[in-house]
């Protein structure tokens, strides 16, 4: 499985934007890039996903390196609600269904 | 619409035994697929079902056994319970290929 490394932790303030970068620099050209974030005491919950272009949701924005080697995950205004560890996972999807191999994440704090 | 349910939500049990977790999964979601997370060694893929037939299995021993059935709600077995099965076993559907999973609450395992 293609791996992807991420910052095991980050801080951010209430209300400023959140940069959580993920280096993948063996993907394949068929991998997706998926962010998943897993709030305390709850699943894990989708966040965004892309392939190429850079891509924008209600929740985050997703920023692709042109070498696709590195994404970032935007989050806008950071709330409290944001703290969580976030989750940069590859997912092939050629050949039909994958599953998802979660790595260590990064855990996000949010200081009011 | 109603999310992903578990059941149950904590169960205690003690080595040897063997236990029996319940997914189900959102409305015309077809795949369901089930992890397990640990302090130790994060969230890990168990295995995915699709129509009633596993398509994928993790890399876990032979007592994690799973079915889904016609209506596509799931169930894993665990057998000959170990101290290192204690754990948070979450489940996830989703409609089809490739699609963003959908996580329930978890099932807390505690085995003494």
């Known amino acids: 499985d293609a791996k992807t490394t991420q910052p095991n932790s980050m801080e951010s303030n209430e209300e400023e934007p959140v940069h959580l970068p993920c280096n993948h620099s063996t993907i394949s050209g068929t991998d997706y890039i998926h962010w998943y974030r897993q709030l305390p005491s709850q699943g894990p919950e989708y966040v965004i996903h892309?392939?190429?272009s850079n891509v924008n949701n209600r929740m985050a924005s997703l920023a692709i390196a042109e070498d696709r080697k590195s994404s970032t995950l935007i989050l806008h205004r950071a709330t409290l609600r944001d703290a969580a560890v976030y989750y940069c996972?590859?997912?092939?999807?050629?050949?039909?269904?994958?599953?998802?191999?979660f790595g260590k994440g990064t855990r996000l704090s949010v200081i009011a | 619409k109603a999310g992903v349910t578990q059941t149950p939500r904590y169960l205690i049990k003690t080595r040897g035994q063997q236990v029996t977790l319940s997914c189900s999964p959102i409305?015309?979601?077809?795949?369901v697929s089930w992890y397990q997370q640990t302090p130790g060694q994060g969230l890990q893929f168990l295995f995915e079902y699709f129509s009633e037939t596993q398509r994928n299995k993790g890399n876990f021993p032979g007592r994690f056994s799973g079915r889904q059935f016609s209506n596509s709600r799931s169930e894993m077995n665990v057998s000959t319970l170990e101290l290192g099965d204690s754990a948070l076993y979450l489940c996830?559907?989703?409609?089809?290929?490739?699609?963003?999973?959908?996580f329930g609450p978890g099932t807390r395992l505690t085995v003494l």
């Open positions: 892309g392939l190429t």
């Open positions: 409305s015309g979601h077809r795949s």
């Open positions: 996830a559907s989703s409609p089809d290929f490739n699609n963003e999973q959908f």
């Open positions: 996972i590859l997912r092939d999807h050629l050949g039909g269904n994958t599953p998802l191999v």
